[in-house]
């Protein structure tokens, strides 16, 4: 089909293309009484024609097809052929086709899709500090999507963290804008040649300070506007002039630019007319498509009714809202009819929005989301990621010169693994296969409990491996051992210390925060099948340990 024009398009059909609802809302009867009771096709057709939506949300698993909440797929357990079949024949009932947008942020597609990768995430991708490799595994994952009908990925994070917020783990490098900008451009550009539009986010970033998640709380950039430019603004600005398709906005209130208050807090930055159109789109000339971040976040939620909320998110400039209602085309239009939103505002937003899916090629003539086959192409990503973690793993520190190991003194090794978060336990049987297939006999298990219990593991084992993971939103929370999982550490090293190395395969403080006694300490950045035979490898000097800190280990809050 053609791309169409403005002046083709009603009302309705131009704020459609503004939508993007939750897969969950369109697939189950949520405005009914039993909202556990799922949608049939005929009427998710009926519904999607009505409101016209331009974006669907690629939500897998029990909460992507309206399945049984009880005996529903669990995220990651989609085939992405199936889930590609799915999308594309809602995707059908649709007079202009729609994007299909998710996450996938870090390691990769398959934490969604069973049958695609996991990859090293951007954490890992900035220690490899590899342009070409962090291009070709971008373009190798935009294909992955591709084969599940995704067309729009909600990354890379480009916003300056501190070691307490989630986003240190998401940048490729929070402490060197120069480096950001040059990772940040080779994942977005690997991710766009394959029909796959990036997303910088979240706009306006942060000042390396503030620690609150906008998921839970009003949070605040509390950067002058010089010391936003020098860095976090100097970031934003390199990736929108290399040419990234979207732009995602931040709750987070930036009180330099606009200081307006609602209700006595900050404005976020999602409803602020001067961040979004004055800065974003003005100063700074961006002419892709602004997304919010999700709507529902109580940063944003709890501030004003949702019909006035919507409101305010349309004329501060926003093109997409992620999130909304079923009603919210309803509203929006009552919204232009009596004035309270410049029609003209619609127009920008709508051609914003078709602008990019003519550069995704959604217009050309047998376009399909989906595109190529999962046993196509994991193979080469396999490769390509095997390449970049050979040069990830990174040695944060050996104070008695115990690496590398001599693999004929290690014939019985066990595992310690402190983790909240049970499918890497599961994950780790990974680690236990690799020093299985060396000859040698792995014992792995969950936690300690006592000093006696790691007396007896020391007095039984060659080598000792302290497995720690803790990433963000596993479980929701700060990024710590808390608990039992925190416990451990009490008589951890307190035997066996000589025989023990610490390794981090998620959060890289925890041998700052948590096992300082640890002599031996490795940090992996990530948790892919080839980082964790990289690990082993260079634990006994078949490689080198090649990778860098791409962020400082020790503190990294940020004064300004």
């Not at 240190?168 to 120069?178: E, F, K, V």
């Not at 990234?244 to 807090?265: E, L, Q, T």
């Not at 490795?522 to 690990?535: A, D």
């Amino acid at each position: 089909m053609k791309k169409p024009l403005l002046k083709d398009l009603t009302l309705r059909e131009k704020i459609g293309q503004m939508l993007l609802a939750y897969q969950l809302d369109i697939n189950r009867k949520v405005e009914t009484d039993t909202p556990e009771e799922a949608r049939s096709f005929e009427e998710r057709k009926a519904l999607l024609e009505r409101e016209k939506l331009g974006t669907l949300w690629a939500q897998t698993g029990r909460h992507g097809r309206g399945l049984d909440m009880a005996e529903g797929a669990q995220m990651g357990e989609d085939m992405s052929a199936d889930y590609g079949a799915w999308i594309q024949a809602e995707s059908d009932c649709y007079k202009i086709p729609a994007l299909t947008a998710l996450d996938a942020e870090s390691e990769g597609a398959g934490f969604l899709f069973k049958d695609l990768s996991v990859t090293c995430g951007t954490m890992a991708q900035g220690a490899s500090n590899d342009e070409k490799l962090v291009y070709d595994l971008a373009a190798n994952i935009a294909k992955e999507l591709r084969t599940a009908g995704v067309t729009w990925r909600w990354s890379p994070p480009v916003d300056i963290g501190n070691r307490f917020t989630m986003t240190i783990m998401r940048c490729h490098a929070p402490d060197d804008a120069d480096k950001e900008i040059r990772l940040a451009l080779a994942q977005i550009k690997g991710t766009q040649s394959q029909g796959v539009a990036a997303t910088a986010k979240h706009f306006p970033g942060g000042d390396g300070i503030e620690f609150r998640d906008s998921h839970f709380c009003a949070s605040l950039n509390r950067s002058t506007m010089e010391e936003w430019w020098a860095r976090q603004g100097k970031i934003f600005q390199g990736v929108i002039d290399g040419g990234v398709y979207s732009v995602m906005i931040s709750h987070k209130a930036f009180p330099a630019c606009d200081n307006s208050k609602v209700n006595g807090r900050y404005r976020p930055s999602t409803i602020s007319k001067k961040v979004i159109t004055d800065l974003l789109k003005g100063e700074m000339g961006f002419k892709g498509v602004v997304i919010t971040d999700g709507i529902v976040m109580a940063s944003l939620f709890s501030i004003m009714p949702y019909d006035e909320l919507i409101v305010e998110l349309v004329n501060a400039g926003n093109d997409v809202i992620l999130g909304v209602r079923l009603n919210t085309g309803d509203i929006i239009e009552k919204a232009v009819l009596d004035g309270r939103i410049p029609e003209s505002r619609i127009d920008d937003a709508c051609q914003r929005v078709l602008d990019m899916k003519e550069k995704l090629g959604m217009f050309e003539d047998g376009y399909r989301l989906v595109k190529g086959k999962a046993e196509d192409i994991v193979p080469e990503t396999k490769k390509i990621n095997e390449e970049m973690a050979k040069s990830v793993v990174h040695l944060v520190r050996d104070r008695t010169n115990m690496l590398p190991l001599d693999k004929s003194k290690i014939k019985n090794v066990t595992i310690i693994c402190s983790t909240h978060t049970d499918k890497f336990f599961e994950r780790l049987d990974i680690l236990k296969k690799e020093f299985e297939a060396l000859g040698m006999n792995v014992k792995m298990q969950r936690r300690l409990s006592s000093e006696a219990e790691i007396k007896k593991i020391s007095d039984e084992s060659d080598l000792i491996i302290y497995a720690v993971y803790v990433a963000g939103h596993q479980p929701m929370g700060g990024l710590t051992l808390f608990g039992d999982e925190c416990k451990t550490y009490l008589w951890a090293f307190s035997h066996g210390k000589e025989k023990s190395i610490g390794v981090s395969f998620g959060y890289p403080y925890i041998h700052y925060d948590i096992m300082e006694n640890a002599d031996a300490f490795v940090n992996t950045y990530g948790q892919s099948p080839e980082l964790i035979h990289s690990f082993v490898e260079a634990i006994f000097g078949d490689i080198p340990f090649k990778g860098t800190a791409p962020m400082n280990l020790e503190n990294n809050l940020r004064e300004w």
